[in-house]
């Protein structure tokens, strides 16, 4: 089915989104009016609003507070990316130039806090339970916060660990979809049974979401992003800890000296890429991915059926299985 698939599936709900969206994003102020249409045209995969409406309907029942939720989750992941290209000098993402590279520094900065207000808005707005919505988005806003911080702490002392690796990819992606999963279930009126399954299923979702991004830097090709960035950024990612496994700790120690002086000195990157091709590190990444994936669909298992589990499930093989 896909991505879009699931949003032809959500239908009038799904329209309701995007329109919530885009009228969330009108400012007096005409660059910022003009750049948010212009980012807003070109809008991504839409997973975190799709998941949002998925559990809303697979374990509750659909209203406008659940459209809220669903549109504010997608608001706040903009933001993050706006402030991310910053802390990450990316030029490029979903195939066109950032925010960062055509304006600067400080609009990114500043159109990122805008889609933050703005997302913080919408569950405010909610009818029932705002406050409870509320609570798991700014809870989330922290995590986000200290997975960029410890990314950036370790990208300097190169000594990440597979224990440090996996915190920080639940802080940084996988905090979020719980929240989404969680805040659905909450505003859908889910009884507490199912709100625990489809947090437990978000964080996991969230988890195998972003080991699939960290394989596809190693191996991607139309991501709409450069590949080979995270090594340049210093960050030691899953498939490199993978390759770390079969090699003596001299050379592991030699590499990790390496990752840690970019992107100073980029020289290397190419071969320790090489590298971990040849040790088949993305393969091992792979195997993790898998069982993420797999405890994921478990965990959605307590659902009643409904298209809408169905679709819960095929996300969980879209997070494997993504090009992009
Ligand atoms: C992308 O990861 C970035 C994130 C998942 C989180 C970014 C969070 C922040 C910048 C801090 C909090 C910001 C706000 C607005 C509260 P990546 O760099 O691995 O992926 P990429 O290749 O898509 O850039
Ligand atoms: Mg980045």
Redesign the pocket.
């Known amino acids: 089915m896909g991505i879009k698939g699931i949003q032809e599936f959500l239908g009038e709900d799904w329209s309701k989104v995007e329109a919530l969206l885009k009228g969330s994003l009108h400012s007096s102020v005409e660059l910022l009016d003009r750049t948010n249409a212009h980012l807003s045209s070109n809008e991504g995969k839409m997973l975190r609003p799709a998941l949002s409406l998925l559990v809303s309907k697979a374990c509750g029942t659909m209203n406008d507070d659940c459209i809220r939720v669903a549109a504010a989750s997608e608001l706040l992941h903009n933001?993050?990316?706006l402030?991310?290209d910053v802390?990450?000098d990316?030029s490029v993402r979903r195939g066109a130039p950032t925010v960062l590279s055509t304006l600067g520094t400080k609009p990114s900065v500043l159109i990122?806090d805008f889609w933050?207000a703005r997302a913080m808005d919408l569950v405010l707005r909610c009818e029932k339970h705002s406050h409870e919505i509320l609570t798991c988005f700014s809870d989330t806003?922290q995590d986000?916060?200290e997975?960029?911080m410890l990314q950036m702490t370790k990208a300097e002392s190169g000594d990440t660990t597979e224990e440090d690796y996996f915190r920080i990819i639940y802080l940084?992606?996988a905090s979020l979809f719980e929240t989404v999963c969680t805040g659905a279930a909450i505003a859908s009126g889910s009884d507490s049974d199912s709100a625990a399954a489809v947090k437990e299923y978000g964080r996991l979702l969230g988890m195998a979401f972003q080991i699939k991004?960290d394989i596809l830097?190693y191996e991607g090709e139309a991501l709409g992003?450069p590949t080979g960035?995270d090594l340049k950024e210093g960050k030691i990612t899953l498939p490199l800890l993978g390759a770390f496994k079969k090699m003596d700790d001299r050379k592991e120690k030699e590499i990790r000296g390496m990752v840690s002086a970019f992107p100073q000195q980029p020289e290397g990157c190419r071969e320790i890429s090489a590298t971990v091709k040849a040790l088949d590190g993305t393969g091992y990444a792979g195997l993790r991915l898998e069982e993420y994936v797999s405890q994921a669909k478990e965990a959605v298992g307590v659902l009643p059926d409904s298209p809408a589990k169905s679709c819960l499930l095929e996300l969980a093989d879209y997070c494997r299985y993504r090009k992009i």
């Open positions: 933001a993050t990316l402030h991310d802390l990450d990316s990122g933050l806003v986000l916060v997975g960029e940084k992606t991004d830097d992003k960035t």
